[in-house]
């Protein structure tokens, strides 16, 4: 089924299929059957992440249209603008991000993600956002940087890619339904059944609407449960199923995407993005002496501490199974103490 994607144009960035294995302490601390798809290794650095199946994609098409440059926007510990800065110093592309300072990194210690931007040669813009200016009035000055860059440079004969935050497009977000369905191909060489559920951290809607474009493809059954890691607009489910059913349509495929066909769990963001909390933290501390695994404390730390509760509360009943789609962030355990948090206790 894989071969579907055989006439896109495609970067050979990551390490596939990445790994796909149980929980086996947790499993049995919360009675389910519980197992993690490690995206957080897809490389090509150590610090992978659920990006790079979308740069993949991104990327390929870039170079098939001849760009030369990649600009994208994030916050400062942007977990997408790092992995783009390594997908194209690996790929032959100039890279420019344009990041919001939520928490103010200190310019003479960079620290996390920033440190991994400057490492991998990106050019970095840092955006402060005024006293009461909004995240969204915040990232739209950057898109305004961002146009005003791309015009600056094609003056200068460069052919420019602006991708969107988290690489939430259609080409992109292929990526991820590649993504399921090798998830789909190991279970069949496992023997195993497809998982009950599948828990992952939702940002930007690409992760969520590729994995659902491809659960209609493969037919799944699986209930999606998107975990919500900032504050969004009201339309979030209706972006995600229209960005799959994009996906589907480019693909020349039937089925469509509904938006009561997957859940979108809003109560886990905590005070606000980047910014940790009891439970998150406790999560973070759980996994790590449970199984050895890093989360992330903005991203993946949140999903999991969503994926907890439902099984403490029995929202996931007793022997259901759950995979938790590890999508990376890790770089972000040694960003500025006010996004780590108190870890230790």
């Not at 050979?12 to 059957?33: Q, R």
């Not at 440190?115 to 009461?132: M, R, T, Y």
């Not at 439970?279 to 790590?288: F, G, K, V």
Request: proline letters at 5%; hydrophobic letters at 40%; a negative charge.
């Amino acid at each position: 089924m894989s071969n579907i994607f055989q006439n896109e144009p495609r970067e050979s960035l990551i390490f596939a299929p990445t790994p796909l294995h149980p929980a086996k302490n947790l499993s049995s601390d919360l009675g389910i059957d519980l197992w993690f798809k490690r995206d957080d290794l897809t490389g090509p650095s150590a610090f992978g992440g659920n990006k790079m199946r979308k740069l993949e994609f991104i990327l390929g098409d870039a170079k098939a249209n001849g760009a030369d440059t990649v600009i994208t926007y994030g916050a400062s510990q942007s977990n997408h603008a790092m992995q783009t800065a390594a997908a194209c110093a690996r790929s032959g592309f100039k890279c420019i991000l344009f990041l919001v300072s939520f928490v103010p990194p200190d310019e003479d210690a960079l620290k996390g993600n920033i440190l991994l931007d400057k490492l991998f040669g990106a050019e970095v813009h840092l955006i402060s956002p005024e006293p009461g200016e909004s995240e969204d009035d915040a990232f739209e000055k950057c898109f305004a940087l961002g146009d005003e860059r791309i015009k600056e440079l094609e003056k200068e004969g460069h052919k420019c890619v602006n991708v969107p935050i988290g690489g939430a497009n259609l080409i992109g977000c292929m990526g991820f339904a590649s993504g399921y369905i090798e998830m789909r191909e190991q279970l069949e060489l496992l023997g195993r059944q497809p998982f009950d559920f599948i828990y992952h951290a939702t940002g930007s809607t690409g992760t969520l609407a590729g994995l659902l474009a491809g659960r209609a493809i493969m037919g799944g059954s699986e209930i999606i449960r998107a975990v919500r890691i900032g504050v969004g607009p009201d339309a979030y489910k209706t972006r995600a199923a229209e960005l799959a059913n994009e996906v589907m349509a480019h693909l020349g495929r039937p089925a469509r995407v509904k938006e009561d066909d997957f859940e979108v769990c809003d109560g886990y963001v905590g005070p606000g993005y980047e910014i940790p909390y009891a439970e998150s933290t406790a999560a973070l501390r759980l996994i790590a002496r449970s199984e050895g695994l890093t989360l992330d404390p903005v991203y993946s730390g949140k999903a999991f501490t969503g994926l907890l509760d439902h099984a403490r509360t029995g929202v996931i009943k007793p022997g259901q199974s759950a995979l938790f789609w590890c999508t990376g962030g890790t770089a972000a355990l040694f960003a500025e103490p006010e996004i780590v948090g108190d870890l230790f206790e």
